[in-house]
């Protein structure tokens, strides 16, 4: 409950306001699921007030968006300090948080809502993930990459949100479990291709050179040994 005059707002400010309400509606609710209606009560305004501010839902949704794409860019951003593995599972600590804080809102966003179409929502989706994909080279110190480690890096991104929006239709597996399985696919994915791509055998090299045992990268080594002792061979394998 309030009391007192209520306040006036600046232009900007009021803006800010409806975009901020908005993303909290469409953060717990899909967006085709939340009214003007809903967003002005929520803001305390009339519903013509919203369309003066803004010509639709759609306009909206858009802003809200811009915000949300901003903050995930944001997060995805880590220093380049210490192990690879180590800074990876930083990023997804807090690729998944955003996940999980916008839950129906993320999903909307990567699979389709109301601006479904829209060519201003396709390009904010498709900024964040060039970002995500420009961080991570930056992190590799690779300015010229070859053909396979372009795939393996935007491979990495798409799992890692697909992995996210199968995640929140169940959450079925502990996010933290989660988070460090994508650190582990990454790597994996750089293997794959290193088995007979002396390019990516020397990006594999240098990823797990400066890896402690205790890290990501080495705990995965350590599962897979365990997995395959030296005693067990594959059919045709020689020793």
Avoid: C
């Avoid at 929502?121 to 964040?128: F, L, P, S």
Wanted: hydrophobic content about 45%; overall charge neutral.
């Amino acid at each position: 409950m309030t009391t007192g005059v209520r306040r006036r707002m600046g232009v900007e400010e009021r803006k800010q306001q409806l975009i901020g309400v908005a993303l909290e509606l469409f953060s717990h609710r899909s967006p085709d699921e939340v009214s003007i209606d809903e967003i002005a009560t929520a803001a305390g305004i009339s519903r013509p007030l919203v369309y003066h501010y803004f010509p639709g839902k759609q306009s909206l949704y858009e802003a809200a968006l811009r915000r949300a794409a901003d903050d995930l860019a944001a997060r995805i951003v880590e220093r380049h300090e210490g192990p690879l593995g180590g800074r990876l599972l930083r990023v997804m600590g807090r690729f998944f948080a955003f996940v999980d804080e916008h839950g129906p809102g993320f999903s909307a966003l990567m699979r389709g809502g109301p601006a479904v179409g829209s060519t201003r929502t396709n390009a904010m989706v498709e900024e964040v993930r060039q970002a995500a994909y420009d961080h991570l080279m930056a992190h590799l110190g690779v300015s010229d990459p070859p053909p396979r480690l372009r795939l393996v890096v935007r491979s990495w991104v798409s799992l890692a949100e697909s992995t996210a929006l199968i995640w929140l239709d169940g959450r079925e597996i502990p996010r933290a479990e989660l988070e460090r399985q994508l650190v582990h696919d990454f790597v994996a994915l750089v293997a794959v291709p290193a088995a007979y791509d002396p390019v990516m055998a020397d990006v594999l090299g240098r990823l797990l050179g400066d890896e402690p045992a205790d890290g990501p990268f080495g705990e995965l080594i350590g599962r897979l040994a365990a997995l395959v002792p030296a005693a067990v061979r594959l059919p045709g394998q020689r020793a």
